[in-house]
Structures are given as structure tokens and as C-alpha cells.
């Protein structure tokens, strides 16, 4: 059964001179405690009759009305059930109504007794703007609701609501009539006996629970302003990252920001993987308590906090180091010196963690005990999480620019290219076109003329060949789509083959003289032969190219110790000839560089030459560079090359090129000269 009409307005109907007046649920909740406080310390039996929104609302004052039963038999409450509240007569009698009955909406507390008698018909008001609590939290705080309704002590007017909620209370439970009428002839109408309450116990107990009301409010807007401050650092530190995209000035921020925001004795934010031995403190958030550790290397190896953090990738705190010895499972005695040496008392460290990846860490020390409560540590977390999401923006971005910088370079690449391919394929090109016009049209042409014509038209395609060639292997080569066949390689092999094909190249031209001074008992190195040789043969003809008729070359080969205790080979190639500026050490090695310009070159070649050298000497494991006093003063190229572990199979079991070369060819005297 379901009502609709409300007790308030009925009670408003009847008594014109009433005026209702605004609540807000505290100060109902204090009214309603102080009228059922004054019962419980009387000992008349008042008639009580109590009607509760919700069942929730009852249970939460159900022991009040326990006592209040055993002091009166006239006790009525009504709810709206919601688990197990029903109609039912015990120590005293419950209704539950519809909770689509307007009784839902309102709050009524009636006591008449005796000596004195007060109600409280109250009516809920719904969606009310409340100025100062626009915020959607505060509107959803309970504290916040209102009602309308009367209050008073006034007899008659008392009368006139237990009046109405009686007749309700035997609509809903018609077995109670007989009850009822007695309730009402008993408390409805009677004047009260001429002893004169005194109102002083009730205004200290609604003084009280006003109080009380009062504090928990104050309560509530505490932690509110505790977590605005916490946003508001979360905000700060947020949006300071937005703002950079260098993982140095974002930890700067947010280790000053959350250092005072703890007021932390030190706060350190670092960088870190769990297999890191330990890292350098770079960014510190310290007070007057305790030393600084900027600069120093703290250890993360043996930091068994760092480690059980880094992977169980949760928060671990400590509120004093000096009252556990383990926590966590952690034993805190291998820790100990680490503690005391900097004045730890209290601990909190926090992952910063990406997607599961580890980034880093926060720590927080305290030279004080100190228990860190569940906000602070999720405050901490939460800037974690954000440092984490930070760094990962960083490091994109980083490789972000370093994907510019390869597309710019590919890009000079390209155009460089265009540049060569006009010079370099077009002009022999054209001279190879117009070679083979005068040989079709003029068949009377002189026969040493002709063979001109071929010769030209034969050594420009050989040109055009050979940068095709070059610039294939070396986009094969930066590409990394090269098959490497390494195996034991004998250096003095690969320098002979190279000195032939040099011969048969440059046979016409006048050479400088090229001396090879290898040693016979060299330990084989760990190639691919043919590349081996490719490098050896470029170098030369490079050598060859820069250095006049009657300079001179030099090859050799020595085992070279390296600082890391590897150990290699190193080739040298050195000349006498035009040398190379000191600046220009490196650059010779870029694609496409000559000296004079790709336009303007007059020894031949490519500009790849050493870019397909340094692509694989590095393939192979090892350095290349070059050396030089400057103009005229000679150059010397250097390359290392990784010993090989096994040793050389001269009977060609193993396929090395250098054993599968006639045995005419492996002489043993290592001292040559061409030219
Ligand atoms: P190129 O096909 O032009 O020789 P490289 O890549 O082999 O291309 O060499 C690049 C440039 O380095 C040459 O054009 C030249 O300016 C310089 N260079 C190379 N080797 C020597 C050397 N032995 N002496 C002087 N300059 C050299």
C-alpha cells in the first residue's frame, strides 16, 4: 500500500498559524538525538513514534530504540524496507511502508509525554542549489541535504502530528486499531501536569550533537583539502612535464615539488633497471636533517629494497628503520650500513613503472620515524605513474628526432645521389653516346683515332660500372642485407690478392711503389675473405690515386692489444702522397665526400670508396680511421680486425679463400713491391 499525501502538509493544513522552517540533515540529526536522548533520562513513559526514510537510516539508530523500548511501551517506528525490515509487533511495533509512499521523502519524530511534549515533521527538498556547493562532491556529500518542516515543543501542535501518524500507522497495520485508540487516548489532547520542564538538559545535548555534527564536517573538508592538495601537485608536476620533453628538467620539477609537498627529510627521483649495479644521484630534494647524496653512486645491486620494489613492481614503506629488521620479507641488516651512513629513519620507495617496464624509482627518507599513511603513499604513486608515462614521452620523442636526423641524412643522401648520377652517369654517358655516333657515321675514320674512340667509350662504361656497383654494395651493406661467410682468414692472402687486382687495374698508369711488410707467423683473423679484400683493394687504389708516381706505399699488419683485452689485427696502409687535412680525418669516411667536390674531381672514383670500407670493417667486428700530418705530408688508413679463435685450415677443409688459392700464391717471403 502506497500513500501519497504528505504528513507535513496535512499537519500544515490544520494549523494555519504554522510556518515551516529549512534543516539541513545535521541539524535534524542533532534534534532527533536530543529528543531521544531526554526520553532515555526520564523515567515517564512518553508515547514515541519515529518515521524513517529508509530501513538504512532506522538500523543505524535501531539500539537507541531498544533502550528507549524498555523504558516505554508506546513505541512506534516506521520505514521503508529495504532488507529486513517488516511489520511486526516486539518490543515495540514497526511499519514498514511502500517505498513509493510519500513517507519516503520525509522525517518525523513525535514524543509526547507528560511533563512535555515536541515533534519534528520534516519533508525532504529535493534538488535545491545550494550556494558555496556547486562542486559535484559537495552536492553528492549527505550532509548537504535539506528539509522543510516544523520543529517545536508546542503541545497542541505535537498532538495534532502523533494525531495523523497514528491514523497512518493504522491504515498500514489496521490489527493495531484497538492499540492505537488507546495511544491516542492516552498522549492526544492531555494537558500536561503543572511541573515545569527544565530546558537547560536538552539545549546542552542539541549543543552537543551540533558539535559533533560540526566536527565531522570539519573532518570531511579537511580530507577534501587534503586531496585538492594533492591534485593540485599531481596538476603542477603534470603539467611541468607537459612543458618538456627533457627527462632531466621533469625530474628537477618533480623531486623539488613532491620533496616539499612530504616535506620530506630527502627525496631522490632516479632512472634504473633492476640488473643496474647503481646509479648516479642527480636529482635530490633535501632538508637541513640529512647529508646530501647529489653525486654520489648509490647502489642498487646490493640495495635488497631496490631490488624486491624493481620486482614486485609495488610500493614499500618503513615507518622506522630502527624498530623492524625485516619488513616485507626484506632483511633489513645487509642494509643497515647504507642506513646509518645516511641517517635513514624512516623509507618509502615507489616504482616508476611503464606498462610493466621498470623506469626508475622515488625514495623518500625521513630522519624521524615516520608512518607513512595510505595518501601520501598514493600521492607518491601517483606521480610515479606520471613520471612513467613522462619519460616514455621523452624517450620517443627522442627517438622521434633521431629518425629526423637519419631521413635528413637520407635525404642529402638523395640529393647527393642526384648530383653524382648527373656528373658521374651522364657525362661518361654522353662521351660513350658520342664515341659510338663518330664510329657509325665516319667509317673512314682513322684506325688509331677508332681505337681512341673505343678505349674512351670502354674506360667511361668501366666508370659508370663501377659507382652502379659501389652504390648497390653499399646500400646492401648500411641496409644490412649481407651474407657474412666468416672463417679463419690469413691477412698476407687477402693483401696478394689485392696487389693483383691492383696491378691489373691500374697497369697502364704509373704507380707509386706499393711495399707489403707482413710478418709470416701472423694468427689468422675472423673475415669474410672477399670483403677482406674489397676493403684492401679500395684502400690501395686510394693510395695509389693520391700519391705521385714517385711516392711510395706502404702495407702492414700487426697484433694489436685492445683496452677492453680483445684482441685484433691491425692493417695499415700508409703513403706518401697528398694527405688530408686534420678536420677532414672523419669526413672522408662520409658517403659521396671528395675532396675537391663530386663536380670537380679529377682522380676518378666515387666518394664511396671509404664509406663501403668503415660499412665492412665494422660488419666484421672491427675500427677503421684515418691518420695524417696534413697537406702533402702522406696519409695512413688503420683498420682492426678480431683474431680469429681456431686456427687457419691451409689444406682448404674449411673453404677460406686464402687455402683454396694455388699454392704459387701463398709465398712465403712476405716482402713485395709493384710499380
Ligand atoms: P673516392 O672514390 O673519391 O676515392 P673514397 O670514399 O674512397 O672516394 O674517398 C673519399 C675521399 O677521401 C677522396 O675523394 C679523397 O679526397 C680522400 N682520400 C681517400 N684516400 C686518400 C688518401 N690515401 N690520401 C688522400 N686523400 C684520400
Same mark, same amino acid.
Given at each position: 500500500m502506497s500513500i501519497q499525501t504528505s504528513v507535513l502538509e496535512e499537519l500544515l493544513q490544520s494549523s494555519a498559524q504554522l510556518r515551516p522552517q529549512l534543516y539541513f540533515k545535521s541539524s535534524l540529526t542533532a534534534l532527533s538525538h536530543a529528543m531521544e536522548d531526554q526520553v532515555l533520562a526520564s523515567d515517564a513513559q512518553p508515547l514515541i513514534i519515529a518515521s524513517f526514510q529508509k530501513e538504512r537510516f532506522y538500523r543505524q539508530e535501531a539500539h537507541r530504540y531498544e533502550r528507549i523500548a524498555a523504558i516505554t511501551p508506546h513505541v512506534y517506528v516506521l520505514a521503508a524496507p529495504e532488507t529486513s525490515f517488516t511489520n511486526a509487533s516486539r518490543d515495540y511495533e514497526t511499519i514498514a511502508f511502500d517505498p +513509493?509512499? !510519500?513517507? +519516503?521523502h520525509e522525517w518525523h519524530l513525535v514524543v509526547i509525554g507528560v511533563q512535555y511534549s515536541t515533534c519534528l515533521i520534516c519533508q525532504e527538498r529535493q534538488n535545491l542549489p545550494i550556494a558555496g556547493a556547486e562542486t559535484p562532491h559537495l552536492q553528492a556529500m549527505d550532509q548537504t541535504r535539506r528539509f522543510e518542516g516544523i520543529w517545536t515543543f508546542d503541545r497542541e501542535v505535537s498532538s495534532l502530528a502523533a494525531e495523523i501518524l497514528l491514523d497512518r500507522i493504522g491504515v498500514y497495520r489496521p490489527e493495531l486499531a484497538a492499540k492505537l485508540k488507546q495511544a491516542k487516548a492516552q498522549f492526544v489532547g492531555q494537558m500536561p501536569t503543572t511541573r515545569d520542564v527544565d530546558p537547560d538538559p536538552f539545549a546542552q545535548r542539541l549543543v552537543t550533537y551540533l558539535q559533533a555534527g560540526q566536527y565531522k564536517l570539519q573532518k570531511a573538508y579537511r580530507s577534501i583539502a587534503a586531496k585538492e592538495q594533492q591534485e593540485r601537485l599531481v596538476n603542477l608536476i603534470t603539467s611541468a612535464m607537459r612543458q618538456s620533453l627533457d627527462p632531466h628538467e621533469i625530474f628537477k620539477v618533480a623531486v623539488n615539488e613532491l620533496g616539499k609537498a612530504m616535506q620530506a627529510g630527502r627525496c631522490l627521483i632516479y632512472r634504473g633497471k633492476a640488473n643496474d649495479a647503481e646509479v648516479l644521484i642527480s636529482h635530490e630534494f633535501r632538508s637541513d636533517s640529512l647529508p646530501s647524496l647529489l653525486g654520489q653512486y648509490w647502489p642498487l645491486a646490493n640495495h635488497r629494497l631496490f631490488q624486491t620494489v624493481a620486482q614486485q613492481q609495488e610500493s614499500i614503506s618503513i615507518p622506522d628503520t630502527q624498530a623492524a629488521e625485516s619488513v616485507e620479507s626484506v632483511d633489513l641488516a645487509p642494509l643497515a650500513e647504507l642506513i646509518q651512513r645516511w641517517q635513514i629513519r624512516s623509507w618509502l620507495i615507489v616504482p616508476i613503472v611503464y606498462q610493466g617496464l621498470l623506469l626508475g624509482m622515488i625514495e623518500l627518507h625521513q630522519a624521524e620515524p615516520q608512518s607513512w599513511t595510505p595518501d601520501e603513499i598514493g600521492l607518491v604513486e601517483a606521480i610515479a605513474a606520471q613520471l612513467g608515462v613522462a619519460l616514455i614521452q621523452a624517450e620517443s620523442y627522442a627517438n622521434l628526432e633521431d629518425l629526423n636526423q637519419q631521413l635528413e641524412a637520407l635525404e642529402r643522401t638523395r640529393s647527393n645521389l642526384i648530383a653524382i648520377t648527373g656528373h658521374e652517369l651522364r657525362t661518361p654517358l654522353s662521351t660513350i653516346q658520342v664515341c659510338l655516333e663518330s664510329l657509325a657515321t665516319e667509317p673512314d675514320m682513322l684506325p688509331e683515332l677508332r681505337q681512341l674512340m673505343l678505349s674512351t667509350a670502354l674506360s667511361d662504361a668501366e666508370r659508370m660500372r663501377k659507382l652502379v656497383q659501389d652504390f648497390i654494395t653499399l646500400s646492401r651493406l648500411e641496409s644490412g642485407r649481407v651474407e657474412w661467410h666468416l672463417e679463419p682468414v690469413a691477412i698476407d692472402e687477402c693483401v696478394t690478392l689485392a696487389l693483383s687486382s691492383l696491378r691489373t687495374r691500374q697497369s697502364e698508369t704509373g704507380l707509386p711503389k706499393v711495399t707489403a711488410q707482413i710478418a709470416e707467423e701472423l694468427p689468422p683473423v675472423r673475415a669474410d675473405g672477399e670483403r677482406l679484400v674489397e676493403v684492401l683493394s679500395k684502400l690501395l687504389d686510394n693510395a695509389c690515386k693520391f700519391t705521385q708516381p714517385d711516392g711510395s706505399i706502404l702495407i702492414t699488419a700487426q697484433p694489436n692489444l685492445q683496452p677492453n683485452g680483445g684482441r685484433m689485427l691491425e692493417v695499415t696502409i700508409a703513403d706518401t702522397g697528398r694527405g688530408i687535412e686534420p678536420n677532414r680525418l672523419e669526413t672522408?669516411?662520409? &658517403?659521396?665526400? !671528395?675532396e675537391e667536390g663530386a663536380l670537380r674531381r =679529377? #682522380?676518378? /672514383? =666515387? /666518394?664511396l670508396g671509404l664509406a663501403i670500407c668503415r660499412q665492412i670493417v665494422q660488419g666484421l667486428g672491427g675500427q677503421i680511421w684515418a691518420e695524417s #700530418? /696534413? &697537406?702533402? !705530408?702522406g696519409s695512413s688508413f688503420h683498420f682492426t680486425l678480431p683474431l680469429a679463435q681456431e686456427p687457419l685450415d691451409r689444406t682448404g677443409a674449411n673453404g677460406s679463400k686464402g687455402a683454396t688459392e694455388p699454392a704459387s700464391k701463398r709465398r712465403s717471403n712476405r716482402k713485395r713491391a709493384v710499380g
Open positions: +513509493s509512499d !510519500q513517507l +519516503s672522408v669516411f662520409d &658517403r659521396f665526400y !671528395q =679529377t #682522380a676518378g /672514383g =666515387t /666518394g #700530418a /696534413g &697537406r702533402d !705530408q
